[in-house]
């Protein structure tokens, strides 16, 4: 398992962006894939996990009617789309892989990419 994430950028707020991760394969370990994400001098927090059939967990307030997350097994891609980005999302993002779905704590998750970053202007 190599989690690689890809993406992110530099956008205004208002726009765009679709983050991908890929290179979970088909295993045990890698039944549920998440979304975290780290702001400058916070700490990592979860966003979102979706598991092997499609099934997401529910986003955070402040990012319900704007994320939305999709899962393509035979592409090996999870899929965060962002729409109408605000400052107050610019965060380093990471995909992680767990055999627990909908586990929000980082220690469930044995498998991690490296990271994309999404800096959002006002």
């Known amino acids: 398992v190599q989690l690689k994430e890809s993406g992110g950028g530099s956008v205004q707020a208002g726009a765009s962006l679709r983050l991908s991760c890929t290179g979970f394969?088909?295993?045990?370990?890698?039944?549920?894939i998440a979304w975290f994400r780290q702001a400058p001098g916070k700490e990592r927090e979860f966003v979102v996990a979706?598991?092997?059939?499609?099934?997401?967990?529910i986003f955070p307030e402040s990012m319900k009617g704007r994320f939305t997350i999709s899962r393509d097994n035979a592409k090996d891609t999870v899929t965060l789309q962002m729409n109408n980005l605000r400052p107050e999302d610019t965060a380093k993002y990471y995909c992680?892989?767990?055999?627990?779905?909908?586990?929000?704590?980082?220690?469930?998750?044995?498998?991690w990419g490296q990271g994309t970053q999404v800096t959002v202007s006002s």
């Open positions: 992680a892989a767990s055999p627990h779905f909908a586990d929000k704590t980082l220690r469930a998750y044995e498998y």
């Open positions: 979706i598991n092997r059939i499609g099934i997401n967990t």
């Open positions: 394969g088909y295993t045990e370990s890698t039944k549920s």
